[in-house]
């Protein structure tokens, strides 16, 4: 690498662009995560008790975790409804990802993707709202269902998971979305035709030939897609309801409102410990590697 | 197996425009049928309405006497050999050839015993656990082949397969093509722009241009009676001399064609004199001789001359005419020819009238600017 940058851009714009790239790894990556990890095995002090006799390496953190069956809950419930929020967005944009890349013409596909786009001019927490007045007890959907006369009264949607779910699926449909699109896109349509005119029906030739060849997208939209989920704070906290409290909102809690940054970190610690095995096991499962989702 | 093809009427729109006029075709069981033409003369659109992959605007295709006009395209009884072949690259040889078998639900014993007969077919016998990236390019051509024919097609369509592959190994599947066709007595139709493919292949040959089958008829057949002018340009080379009828004797006709000497040819259908038509000598035909020859009756000056192995071809100023090529046999020494054929040299020419042909000119309009181009490339 080195080798190449030098051939093109000389020794020192190159020292300048490693330096560059090694200091923002080091100052806005590594040291801030060494930093938390670090918080995470020391217990909670005054600043007058810092670098005393009660300044020691302790698991004390970890512990409270794993002893709170209130918080073991909620973190095996945030990545279950994760894995649910991952796999719901992945039904609703694989057809939408398909019909762009392979259905629609060009200005229909242009079309689709500036209506897909628009919404996220507009901040999250704003978006976020709009779909909490939607679910309002007395809002637009309860009153359509009920002049629909699908329901006899409305539905306490924000009460249960609904709302989270929906909200975020919502959130993150483009995240899905592009990688899936980029990979089916990239797909030889004569390949679809082969296996159609080889007598294949619809259902198996997305499940023999696009499928398997939009797998590294696959991978990379549900990557991403599940660790949104698993790190939202503003959809579960504006959607959610005491019953559907998501892990970020408790080591929000444990930083903002327990002042106890020690605590808080070792939860954070834990979700990115998470997140990593989640990772790792999507790419084994569609045995891909870090290659295939960097393309 | 009945693998009888008839399209009747079929007409292609997509919006104004018009890939396909009304057509109406018979494709025989068990033959090698090929659609010839330029790009953009709608022969793919045929096979695609063909396979079932269009359905046309108007008209009906049947295939084995059975209309499937409306049929979706898997269940059809055709299968099709695509331009880049288009192998499943994630999967191996077999599972390749083995797909649509297992879309039959044929289960996998005799799945991969028909699999193994057809790479015997195809004279790749072993390669089945391969991955298809590894193969090379006319393995690959092989294992569609195998692939397409695993289904059991009664109607194989081939859309322009061999343009990838280089040289020798095109001219070398086309006899394995040709080979393949005879033993399992499928109909195979096929798509080209290459005349070389289309002639020493096909039973028969339908030449395409504009969205109209310009004539169909069996290669010699072709080659030598073109019905129509685009035909006779685009099929082979020629020498067109338009010109005005003066007599007609028998099948023969003669035209002024602007030259001091007036020009015969063969007409298949009756001319007056006084019609306009034209007159066509493929390069081939012409006896060039020398200049103080007085038994040949056309004279010109060579132009330029390419060396082409078997022949050597000739472009001649006609004097006080156009400027025409000609094919002469290549003798080392000049058995025939005692004065050297050299570019500025003056020579004269004659032909047979035999073989030249008269077309009357009812399609002089057609000749386009376009055609003239192919001819000049052919």
């Known amino acids: 690498?080195?080798?190449?940058?030098?051939?093109?851009?000389?020794?020192?714009?190159?020292?300048?662009?490693?330096?560059?790239?090694?200091?923002?790894?080091?100052?806005?990556?590594?040291?801030?995560?060494?930093?938390?990890?670090?918080?995470?095995?020391?217990?909670?002090?005054?600043?007058?008790?810092?670098?005393?006799v009660k300044d020691v390496w302790s698991l004390t953190n970890y512990a409270t975790f794993f002893n709170n069956d209130i918080h073991l809950a909620i973190f095996f419930k945030t990545i279950w409804s994760s894995v649910l929020v991952t796999g719901l967005t992945f039904i609703v944009s694989y057809p939408l990802a398909?019909?762009?890349?392979?259905?629609?013409?060009?200005?229909?596909?242009?079309?689709?993707?500036?209506?897909?786009?628009?919404?996220?001019?507009?901040?999250?927490?704003?978006?976020?709202?709009a779909w909490y007045i939607i679910f309002a007890f007395r809002g637009p959907l309860n009153e359509l269902l009920l002049a629909l006369?699908?329901?006899?009264?409305?539905?306490?949607?924000?009460?249960?998971?609904?709302?989270?779910?929906?909200?975020?699926?919502?959130?993150?449909?483009?995240?899905?979305?592009?990688?899936?699109?980029?990979?089916?896109?990239?797909?030889?349509?004569?390949?679809?035709?082969?296996?159609?005119?080889?007598?294949?029906?619809?259902?198996?030739?997305?499940?023999?030939?696009?499928?398997?060849?939009?797998?590294?997208?696959?991978?990379?939209?549900?990557?991403?897609?599940?660790?949104?989920?698993?790190?939202?704070?503003?959809?579960?906290?504006?959607?959610?309801?005491?019953?559907?409290?998501?892990?970020?909102?408790?080591?929000?809690?444990?930083?903002?409102?327990?002042?106890?940054?020690?605590?808080?970190?070792?939860?954070?610690?834990?979700?990115?410990?998470?997140?990593?095995?989640?990772?790792?096991?999507?790419?084994?499962?569609?045995?891909?590697?870090?290659?295939?989702?960097?393309? | 197996m009945d693998g009888r093809v008839s399209l009747s009427q079929v007409a292609m729109r997509f919006g104004d425009f018009t890939a396909i006029q009304p057509t109406s075709l018979e494709i025989e069981s068990g033959e090698f049928f090929s659609f010839l033409g330029p790009s953009g003369c709608g022969k793919t659109t045929l096979l695609n309405m063909i396979s079932g992959f269009l359905t046309p605007s108007e008209g009906s295709v049947a295939i084995g006497g059975t209309d499937m006009t409306r049929v979706p395209v898997n269940r059809r009884p055709t299968a099709m050999i695509f331009q880049n072949l288009a192998l499943f690259?994630?999967?191996?040889?077999?599972?390749?050839?083995?797909?649509?078998?297992?879309?039959?639900?044929?289960?996998?014993?005799?799945?991969?015993?028909?699999?193994?007969?057809?790479?015997?077919?195809?004279?790749l016998t072993g390669s089945g656990d391969k991955p298809v990236v590894e193969l090379s390019g006319g393995q690959k051509q092989r294992i569609a082949i195998a692939r397409a024919l695993a289904v059991e097609p009664r109607v194989l369509l081939l859309d322009e397969p061999l343009s990838a592959l280089d040289l020798k190994l095109r001219q070398h599947m086309r006899i394995e093509?040709?080979?393949?066709?005879?033993?399992?007595?499928?109909?195979?139709?096929?798509?080209?722009?290459?005349?070389?493919?289309?002639?020493?292949?096909?039973?028969?040959?339908?030449?395409?241009?504009?969205?109209?089958?310009?004539?169909?008829?069996?290669p010699?057949?072709?080659?030598?009676?073109?019905?129509?002018?685009?035909?006779?340009?685009?099929?082979?080379?020629?020498?067109?001399?338009?010109?005005?009828?003066?007599?007609?004797?028998?099948?023969?006709?003669?035209?002024?064609?602007?030259?001091?000497?007036?020009?015969?040819?063969?007409?298949?259908?009756?001319?007056?004199?006084?019609?306009?038509?034209?007159?066509?000598?493929?390069?081939?035909?012409?006896?060039?001789?020398?200049?103080?020859?007085?038994?040949?009756?056309?004279?010109?000056?060579?132009?330029?001359e390419h060396f082409e192995g078997a022949w050597l071809t000739l472009e001649i100023a006609l004097d006080q005419g156009p400027t025409i090529r000609a094919h002469v046999p290549y003798m080392a020494g000049g058995a025939d020819i005692e004065a050297p054929l050299v570019v500025g040299n003056a020579c004269r020419l004659d032909y047979s009238p035999r073989q030249a042909f008269v077309l009357a000119d009812a399609g002089r309009e057609s000749m386009n600017e376009e055609v003239a181009d192919v001819a000049a490339t052919a």
């Not at chain 1, 209506?115 to 976020?128: A, Q």
């Not at chain 2, 080979?179 to 040959?205: C, N, P, W």
Request: aromatic share 10%; glycine share 8%; charged share 15%.
């Open chain 1, 98 to 129: 398909y019909y762009l890349a392979k259905v629609a013409t060009p200005s229909q596909a242009a079309l689709c993707l500036l209506l897909l786009i628009i919404p996220f001019w507009i901040n999250e927490i704003l978006r976020t709202f």
């Open chain 2, 177 to 218: 093509l040709k080979a393949i066709q005879r033993k399992t007595g499928i109909t195979f139709i096929y798509i080209t722009h290459d005349q070389g493919e289309a002639l020493t292949m096909s039973d028969r040959v339908a030449v395409m241009s504009e969205g109209r089958i310009q004539q169909v008829a069996d």
């Open chain 1, 149 to 295: 006369g699908w329901i006899d009264r409305p539905i306490r949607f924000l009460n249960g998971d609904t709302g989270v779910l929906v909200g975020m699926v919502y959130a993150y449909i483009l995240f899905m979305v592009f990688p899936l699109y980029n990979a089916i896109e990239s797909l030889d349509a004569n390949q679809i035709r082969a296996a159609r005119d080889l007598g294949a029906g619809w259902g198996r030739t997305h499940r023999r030939i696009v499928i398997p060849h939009a797998k590294p997208g696959i991978a990379t939209g549900c990557i991403m897609t599940f660790m949104l989920a698993a790190g939202s704070y503003a959809v579960p906290s504006l959607l959610g309801s005491p019953g559907s409290r998501w892990f970020t909102q408790i080591i929000y809690n444990w930083f903002f409102e327990g002042g106890d940054w020690n605590q808080g970190a070792a939860y954070a610690f834990l979700l990115l410990v998470l997140c990593i095995v989640f990772v790792t096991l999507i790419m084994r499962v569609f045995k891909v590697g870090l290659g295939d989702i960097a393309k």
């Open chain 2, 89 to 123: 690259p994630l999967m191996s040889v077999y599972q390749n050839i083995e797909f649509g078998l297992e879309v039959r639900g044929i289960d996998r014993q005799q799945r991969r015993q028909r699999a193994d007969e057809l790479l015997e077919l195809v004279a």
């Open chain 1, 1 to 52: 690498m080195w080798q190449q940058l030098r051939n093109r851009f000389g020794v020192p714009l190159t020292m300048a662009i490693i330096s560059l790239m090694g200091i923002w790894l080091i100052v806005m990556v590594l040291l801030p995560q060494w930093q938390m990890i670090d918080y995470s095995f020391h217990p909670s002090l005054l600043p007058a008790e810092r670098g005393g």
């Open chain 2, 220 to 304: 010699m057949t072709l080659y030598r009676q073109p019905q129509t002018d685009f035909v006779a340009n685009f099929v082979g080379e020629n020498n067109r001399f338009p010109g005005r009828v003066t007599a007609m004797d028998g099948e023969l006709a003669t035209l002024d064609v602007g030259l001091p000497t007036a020009l015969t040819g063969r007409s298949t259908t009756p001319l007056e004199p006084g019609d306009e038509a034209t007159l066509y000598i493929r390069p081939e035909q012409w006896r060039v001789g020398r200049a103080d020859d007085q038994r040949l009756p056309l004279s010109g000056v060579i132009q330029t």
